[in-house]
T-cell receptor
Framework: TQLLEQSPQFLSIQEGENLTVYCNSSSVFSSLQWYRQEPGEGPVLLVTVVTGGEVKKLKRLTFQFGDARKDSSLHITAAQPGDTGLYLCAGASDRDDKIIFGKGTRLHILP | DSGVTQTPKHLITATGQRVTLRCSPRSGDLSVYWYQQSLDQGLQFLIQYYNGEERAKGNILERFSAQQFPDLHSELNLSSLELGDSALYFC?????????????FGPGTRLTVT
């Protein structure tokens, strides 16, 4: 069974600090997506990474796909209260197109 | 606004009943995915359709079924409802030809079974 483990589960930090959250698996994925979800709403796609070692930047957010395509990280620089939300990673299996979501990291940025 | 629409937004029903959730994908997207999200289980993939055909199946119960119609909208049917089926149900659509690279989620249907 493929699993995506996200860590930490919860993170509460002050505005202006930097943080990194992780998404790990023992399985290889053809692609990996990061989403942000706010309470009562659907997840919103932030980025897709496809190539091992790939790094993508979205303003203050930096996403990296591991060389072996088994893990990914999301780094936020100078966090702001608007970054608060549930961050989900999702992996797409090459074998059967099934999508697996991690349980997410709930991030709270204190003003 | 992702362009994916879901109805109804809220649904309250009793155990043993049957309900139908509806989803319209973004214009031009051929793939539709259904997910169940509960507090303790996270976002669980149920099923994917591509251009009317079932493409992939996740942890979907036998009491649940889905279909995608020629106009590409999709319906998720939940029957013999149990208290544990209370959850948020999301539909997502994808622009790529069947490959799940990017998904755009609807606002969800909150199902409460009493």
């Amino acid at each position: 069974t493929q699993l995506l483990e996200q860590s930490p589960q919860f993170l509460s930090i002050q505005e202006g600090e930097n943080l990194t959250v992780y998404c790990n698996s023992s399985s290889v994925f053809s692609s990996l997506q990061w989403y942000r979800q706010e309470p009562g709403e659907g997840p919103v796609l932030l980025v897709t990474v496809v190539t091992g070692g790939e790094v993508k930047k979205l303003k203050r957010l930096t996403f990296q796909f591991g060389d072996a395509r088994k893990d990914s990280s999301l780094h936020i620089t100078a966090a702001q209260p608007g970054d608060t939300g549930l961050y989900l990673c999702a992996g797409a299996s090459d074998r059967d197109d099934k999508i697996i979501f991690g349980k997410g990291t709930r991030l709270h940025i204190l003003p | 606004d992702s362009g994916v629409t879901q109805t109804p937004k809220h649904l309250i029903t009793a155990t043993g009943q049957r309900v139908t959730l509806r989803c319209s994908p973004r214009s031009g997207d051929l793939s539709v995915y259904w997910y169940q999200q509960s507090l303790d289980q996270g976002l669980q993939f149920l099923i994917q359709y591509y251009n009317g055909e079932e493409r992939a199946k996740g942890n979907i119960l036998e009491r649940f079924s889905a279909q995608q119609f020629p106009d590409l909208h999709s319906e998720l049917n939940l029957s013999s409802l149990e208290l544990g089926d209370s959850a948020l149900y999301f539909c997502a659509s994808s622009p790529r030809g069947g490959r799940p690279y990017e998904q755009y989620f609807g606002p969800g249907t909150r199902l409460t079974v009493t």
